[in-house]
């Protein structure tokens, strides 16, 4: 027994390891891993079953889901929960509304940030630390300290009752991570490359441009992904800057299907929560291992 | 050829842009945002000076304290339970699963992705009453017991908030703290076991200490991350009912939007900052010195 269960240890964790194969007793085996196969069942359902149930419940009728028990399957295979929901919560606007802030938002942030990280790693400067350790200050700040200011500026400048409030606070509020993120994948690209790009003679900006982004492809593509999610998914900062119906985005749309207000209709509701998240889990299959990947390593913004 | 890279004029003009937006929207905010903290009024209605008025009210103020309490009770029980679940998930994920573990990490995982919105509205319906009873109700009925009214009051609206932000952010950690663990080399756990240390002695004395730096980084992340919570309170309970499940985010939302006191607001949102600073700096020190201490990694 106690060898039997030395050798196994042995083979576990073998990602790097070297395999050691041992015929096993297969019964013994198997009842042994009872216990493993439970854990990942129950957590399967915890995970999986309120997603299913949230898609079954975006074809049910008012009358359904008042009359019959929760886990019942949908009577009827229609669609028509997904039309009142986009139309009633005005979706797409609001998807428009999200999408023309988050893009250019995104561009701005990843273009001016790269070249703030470029100028700050691969160029020599005196006091280039210091500026590095003022971006990174940002990260600790909460949204709430700066609100409150620029709610009053953007109301001083005029352009309360625009998008612009929204863009302009995305771009600044995920500077200091992509400074930080970009920062740390230039300090892994050997300064040789600049130095022979150097005396190829081109000049900074024709490396920034013609080197170095194309080289930061990949932290590009994970860093953008990551301030996505942040942005797509954020709602303080678009519930205090585009609160009015005209300038809706997705997050506070939703937010108005909230069961506080008035008689729900759980339809309408489940399909407009099944449109956000469904919409999301493609993308999130599509590139999962680099989501997973981009967002733990933008976990320092907590 | 040191000459081109050392250009400080290139510097300053790629850094300009990002410094520029930074400075104006992060950094001026924050130093208008502390002057407020000795102002009384809003944007619309013009300000006041107050003095210190804003603190001594912060002082004798009920409903901050409970704002303050629910933030610290709040970060506290949603830090423990996501480190912990998320590293029994990491556990199960390297000494359970090994290889086949990559599908059941990603399912996991998803949940962080999704909007915090629409988690909100998927968990009050999971824990709804009437007119329809939720999956949670249900179950419970089932097993004989009797539905809740989870909504209904401060205590059982906190545990079901703490439930979501669990739920949703565990395979996040689970992946955080696998990254770490899979950092341990083979062989010092192969040693381990020919030493006979096996289950929980080799997690305890073998895994923890050397997955040490990564879970207090998770810790980290993880209280920075729930000090701030906003998005899933206001989402799923707006706070309520009344006040009870109302952190300072929502204090300083509602100060400053509801009833237009930007400087009360602030003081708010700096307690927040503060406490934030003092609980990073606390956990960082306290990581240094056991880093230096045990010198694993």
Known sequence: M???????????????????????????????????????????IVVGYPLIWLLLGSFKSQREFLEEPTWALPQQWSFENYATAWETAGLGSALFNSAITVVPALFCMLLFGTAAAFALEVLVWKGRGAVLMIFLAGIMVPAQMILLPLFSAYFQTGLTGSLWPLFLTYTATGMPLTVFLMATYFRAIPREVFEAATLDGASIYRQFFSVAVPMMKNGLFTVGLVQFFFFWNDLLISLTFANSSKLRTLQVALLNFNGNFGTTQYGPLFAAVSINVFALLIIYLLLNQSIQKGLTAGAVKG | MKNILGDRRAAFVLLAPALAVYSVIMLVPVVVSLGYTVFEG?????????????????????????????????????????????????????????????????LVFFPIVMPTVAVALLFQQLFSIAP????????????????????????????????????????????????????????????????????????????????????????????????????????????????????????????????????????????????????TIFIFRGSRRDLTKDGPR
Not at chain 1, 8 to 25: C, H, I, K
């Open chain 2, 132 to 279: 329809t009873e939720g999956v949670v109700n249900s179950m419970l009925a089932g097993f004989g017991g009797v539905p809740v009214d989870w909504f209904g009051d401060g205590g059982s609206a906190f545990v079901v908030i703490a439930i979501m932000d669990i739920w949703r952010s565990m395979g996040f950690y689970g992946v955080l703290l696998y990254a770490g663990l899979v950092d341990i080399p083979e062989d010092v756990l192969e040693s381990a076991r020919l030493d006979g240390a096996s289950g929980w002695r080799l997690v305890r004395h073998i895994v923890l200490p050397l997955s040490l730096p990564v879970l207090i980084s998770s810790i980290i992340f993880s209280i920075n991350g729930t000090l701030k919570v906003f998005d899933s309170v206001m989402a799923l309970t707006s706070g309520g009912p009344g006040t009870s499940t109302s952190p300072l985010t929502i204090s300083v939302f509602d100060h400053a939007f509801t009833y237009g006191e930007y400087g009360y607001g602030s003081t708010l949102a700096m307690l927040l900052t503060i406490i934030c600073l003092i609980v």
């Open chain 1, 2 to 44: 106690n060898t039997t269960q030395s050798t196994r240890m042995l083979t576990t964790s073998g990602s790097r390891g070297q395999r050691l194969r041992v015929p096993r007793r297969r019964s013994v085996n198997r009842f042994r891993r009872l216990p493993l196969w439970i854990a990942v069942t129950v957590l399967l």
């Open chain 2, 42 to 106: 809003n944007a619309i209605s013009g300000f006041e000076f107050v003095g210190i008025d804003n603190f001594v009210r912060l002082i004798g103020d009920a409903r901050a304290h409970q704002a303050l309490l629910f933030t610290l009770k709040y970060a506290l029980v949603v830090t423990i339970g996501q480190v912990v679940v998320g590293y029994m998930l990491s556990l199960l994920y390297v000494f359970g699963l090994k290889r086949a573990s990559s599908v059941v990490r990603t």
